[in-house]
């Protein structure tokens, strides 16, 4: 039998954390499906590197137009300098980069270069000023198409969206057999607090994990 959820948690359902229902709908706490982690890079006004790490985002659009998509708070950097400067780097992390990327969740100076705070390398893309990340075994060059509100009432965060104009991969992940080259890629997911919608329990505080492409089923 499945449990029907209301739009808001039941009272039972407590925050971890203040503004955690309010951020995020309690849906991606209860369902939990895991996303993909990337780097999102932007510049700064005094040309360094401002880095976000970012896992509510995906690859769409057509083969003559393919597209990036990705939501971001709109209080946020990221959200400003993809407006003001109309381009952004989509960078994929291993996950044994972890220690690294998890540093660009800090809270740097204004005037930091963020990339290189975090442990990370700037690597010059082909066509856009921002830069990829070195370290990462792919990345996505993007003009800005559009940003929209994603609420329509509270606006807290906008869905973000560009073209595709270059991408690159690094060519040590690239393997006859799909299986080996996913796991030598070892995309980095996240996982989010799991919640039992019925008894507000906690399960489980989120993490990171490797998508396993060893138990992959063919189709």
């Not at 597209?67 to 003001?84: A, C, E, G, I």
């Not at 963020?114 to 990829?132: D, F, M, W, Y």
Request: proline residues 4%.
């Amino acid at each position: 039998m499945k449990i029907e959820l209301p739009i808001m948690p039941p009272r039972n359902v407590k925050e971890a954390w203040e503004g955690q229902f309010s951020v995020f709908s309690w849906y991606n706490f209860v369902i939990n499906v895991p996303s993909a982690v990337f780097i999102v890079t932007t510049l700064k006004e005094n040309g360094h590197a401002n880095a976000q790490l970012n896992a509510w985002g995906m690859l769409i659009g057509s083969g003559k137009e393919p597209k990036f998509l990705f939501q971001v708070l709109n209080n946020s950097d990221t959200y400003r300098l993809v407006k003001k400067n109309k381009e952004f780097v989509i960078s994929y992390p291993s996950l044994s980069l972890h220690e690294k990327f998890m540093k660009t969740t800090t809270h740097f100076e204004d005037k930091a270069d963020e990339l290189l705070a975090s442990g990370l390398t700037h690597e010059n893309s082909k066509i856009v000023q921002v830069p990829r990340v070195k370290e990462c075994f792919a990345s996505l060059e993007c003009k800005l198409d559009w940003v929209q509100d994603v609420e329509s009432e509270e606006k807290i965060n906008a869905i973000i969206q560009g073209s595709i104009v270059n991408a690159a991969i690094d060519e040590a992940v690239l393997y006859d057999d799909i299986k080996e080259s996913h796991i030598k890629r070892e995309f980095g997911c996240i996982l989010s607090e799991v919640l039992n919608p019925v008894t507000g329990v906690s399960l489980g505080n989120y993490g990171l994990a490797a998508l396993d492409m060893k138990n992959c089923v063919e189709c």
